[in-house]
């Protein structure tokens, strides 16, 4: 079993920034990516952003520039470092742990953005 717990997120006002923390436990395979997405209300699941175990990254168009995912100093937290957040970011932010063996979600973190 793999857990993933997501934190960080809160209430902020439009131009923010806000940093959200994944921390990924359990039987976690040697090598694995990991994947943001976020969920607003009355809206389908979004794919965010990904980190691969290599180091690469990719980025949805909306966030890219704005958003980067990195690993901090242990490989089982990886961050989303949010910056110039605006109204339309609000909504619930999941982190996935991603392997050959399947994937985890956490149960997400909810980001409010204010106008």
């Known amino acids: 079993q793999v857990q993933v717990v997501e934190s960080g997120g809160g209430l902020v006002q439009s131009g923010g920034s806000l940093k959200l923390s994944c921390e990924v436990s359990?039987?976690?395979?040697?090598?694995?990516?990991i994947g943001w997405y976020r969920q607003a209300p009355g809206k389908e699941r979004e794919y965010l952003a990904r980190?691969?175990?290599?180091?690469?990254?990719q980025y949805e168009d909306a966030v890219k520039g704005r958003f980067t995912i990195f690993r901090g100093t242990t490989k089982n937290v990886v961050y989303l470092q949010m910056n110039n957040l605006k109204p339309e970011d609000t909504a619930v932010y999941y982190c996935?742990?991603?392997?050959?063996?399947?994937?985890?979600w956490g149960r997400g973190t909810q980001v409010t953005v204010s106008s």
């Open positions: 996935t742990y991603i392997s050959g063996h399947g994937d985890s």
């Open positions: 359990g039987r976690t395979l040697s090598a694995y990516d």
């Open positions: 980190l691969w175990d290599n180091g690469l990254t």
